[in-house]
């Protein structure tokens, strides 16, 4: 007798959950993030995560294993094109799940489920922290000043030898004023 799959029943036959996990993955991949139930984020999670270490390899074979889930040949080529490589020097851990407010119709528990971006949320992360990368980052546009200082002084040089032209213009000005 075949066992039960762990975890919640999200309603109908097992073709049914299937069906609905695989569409659910679809429309994560079609636009990074979704909006959904806890129960059906926390299904889909493994499934896509599964489908991603496929993409990464690459080949014809992991390639059809994937189309039998995801039935959309665009969403397959993004997948294998764009998401796969991306995710290339990563083992694990591509989809993050974040709870919202609940559903206002029946109160269900709703959860954002997206794929995540590296840098972007480690750039992020750090900066709000005001680690040693954040740091560097506020340390590279000083530098970049520092360099520029030779134009800086030209520009001082310049602005000073047209505030000595004018001090001499004036200058024959403010002596006719004092003898008034």
Do not use: Q
Request: glycine residues 6%.
């Amino acid at each position: 007798m075949p066992t039960p799959t762990k975890g919640a029943r999200l309603g109908g036959s097992p073709a049914h959950e299937r069906l609905l996990l695989a569409n659910l993955a679809t429309a994560l991949f079609t636009h990074g993030r979704i909006k959904t139930t806890e129960a059906k984020a926390r299904k889909l999670r493994p499934l896509a995560e599964r489908l991603i270490s496929k993409a990464k390899r690459g080949d014809l074979h992991n390639r059809r294993e994937v189309l039998k889930t995801i039935r959309d040949k665009d969403v397959l080529h993004k997948l294998f094109a764009e998401i796969g490589p991306h995710f290339a020097d990563r083992n694990g851990g591509y989809t993050r799940i974040v709870k919202t407010m609940p559903r206002k119709g029946d109160n269900a528990p709703m959860a954002v489920i997206e794929l995540i971006a590296d840098k972007l949320v480690a750039t992020e992360a750090e900066k709000a922290r005001g680690t040693k990368f954040a740091k560097d980052e506020a340390a590279a546009p000083a530098a970049a000043v520092v360099e520029t200082p030779a134009a800086e002084e030209a520009a001082a040089d310049e602005a000073a030898e047209t505030e000595a032209v004018a001090e001499v213009e004036e200058t024959p000005e403010a002596e006719a004023e004092k003898s008034e």
